[in-house]
């Protein structure tokens, strides 16, 4: 028992004096090491990022609007607020934001700009009509005919308005200064149609109106209430 003690205190020992003098020695030195490496990425980074904008101030200080290199297009400029103060707190009004971000994904994600774009988009539809406007219209653009040929003419443009084609029919509402109606939009090969689909809607009085596509030269994009 006497000699299994002393063998057991003798390997504790033991182990006590590899912990002292080659554990703790080590793991000093990595942690050391670990702290030099960790503060050398960090001077590089610095290092770094300093360069590229002491670059990026040379470059704007050489095609400015001074400078001797000044780019030909005129490029637009964004300022804003200063966030540097003296010690009266007195502050700069304006300087020039150089990292400008329109921020276009999340304008586009607001206003469901990414989903109408998987679908077929209204100018596509526009353009198919007025295709189809114009060939009707080079139909219609014929030789003329003696007074004697009048009613056939009369005839064959009876036909014609008779093989309107609806090319797009949507529910969709009109806005107005003071109202919003709601209401089906119809566009056929000659016409656009608004039917007023409303049930405060008196006989004869409403908003249904009837366009000639010939008519219409401008179709500008809106927002609702902008």
Request: glycine share 4%; proline share 2%.
């Amino acid at each position: 028992m006497m000699n299994m003690h002393k063998r057991e205190r003798e390997r504790g020992e033991s182990k006590l004096k590899f912990q002292e003098f080659f554990l703790e020695p080590f793991n000093r030195k990595t942690r050391q090491e670990n702290l030099r490496y960790n503060n050398m990425l960090k001077q590089i980074n610095s290092q770094c990022t300093a360069t590229l904008r002491q670059w990026k101030a040379a470059q704007r200080y050489l095609t400015c609007e001074r400078g001797p290199w000044k780019e030909r297009k005129d490029n637009l400029e964004h300022w804003k607020l200063s966030n540097v103060e003296n010690y009266s707190r007195m502050r700069l009004k304006l300087v020039q934001n150089i990292n400008f971000d329109p921020h276009s994904e999340a304008s586009n994600l607001r206003d469901n700009l990414g989903v109408q774009q998987a679908e077929p988009s209204s100018e596509s539809l526009l353009l198919e009509a007025v295709k189809q406007v114009k060939v009707s219209d080079l139909e219609d653009d014929g030789l003329e005919l003696p007074e004697e040929d009048n009613t056939a003419t009369v005839s064959e443009k009876e036909e014609q308005s008779q093989k309107e084609k609806t090319v797009l029919s949507e529910e969709c509402e009109l806005i107005t200064i003071m109202d919003v109606i709601s209401g089906r939009l119809e566009v056929t090969t000659q016409h656009i149609y608004f039917y007023d689909g409303s049930t405060e809607k008196e006989e004869g009085v409403g908003y249904d109106f009837k366009w000639l596509l010939s008519q219409i030269r401008e179709i500008h994009l809106r927002r609702y209430n902008l």
